[in-house]
């Protein structure tokens, strides 16, 4: 029942999405940084995605998370800036940033969360990883989440 409750919040009104999403985070339980962020990429996993919504590497233009969800347009990068907005919102003393990616191995470039510096949120959709190393991918982009909200 939870899970068919995430996949239809994001077909519902602009209104009901925030409200739904205010309910998720504030019913998190904050106890391990790794059960938030397992809860946490099961929600977002299904957010329909569209090509691009977002630059990533240019926090001055990303939209606050009330706008992104109000807009209902989500892209590989904005998802994982969805994450991190989430947990801090959540709870604010969770180490959380925000990293782009350039992993060759894969042929990607991707922005993903890093939550209490070992959780990589959104290298692979749908899963937790662990930072690779600097031979198999590297970091041009780097930021606390808390610099970058508005």
Same mark, same amino acid.
């Given at each position: 029942m939870e899970q068919q409750l995430n996949n239809q919040a994001w077909y519902e009104s602009p209104s009901?999405?925030?409200?739904m999403w205010r309910d998720f985070r504030n019913g998190l339980d904050q106890t391990n940084t790794l059960d938030v962020s397992k809860t946490v990429v099961?929600?977002?996993?299904?957010?329909? !995605?569209? &090509?691009i919504?977002?630059?990533?590497?240019?926090?001055?233009?990303?939209p606050t998370p009330w706008e992104m969800l109000h807009q209902g347009n989500f892209c590989q990068n904005s998802v994982a800036l969805g994450m991190a907005?989430?947990?801090?919102?959540?709870?604010?003393?969770?180490?959380n940033e925000l990293l782009y990616v350039t992993c060759i191995g894969k042929s990607f470039q991707r922005l993903?969360?890093?939550?209490?510096?070992?959780? !990589?949120? &959104?290298?692979?959709h749908g899963s937790i990883s662990t930072l690779p190393t600097e031979d198999i991918c590297s970091v041009s982009y780097r930021t606390k989440i808390k610099?970058?909200?508005k």
């Open positions: 009901k999405r925030l409200s099961q929600w977002w996993q299904s957010a329909p !995605l569209v &090509n919504s977002i630059d990533p590497v240019n926090p001055e233009q990303w907005y989430t947990i801090y919102y959540a709870n604010p003393n969770i180490q993903c969360a890093l939550i209490d510096n070992k959780h !990589l949120l &959104n290298f692979d610099n970058i909200i």
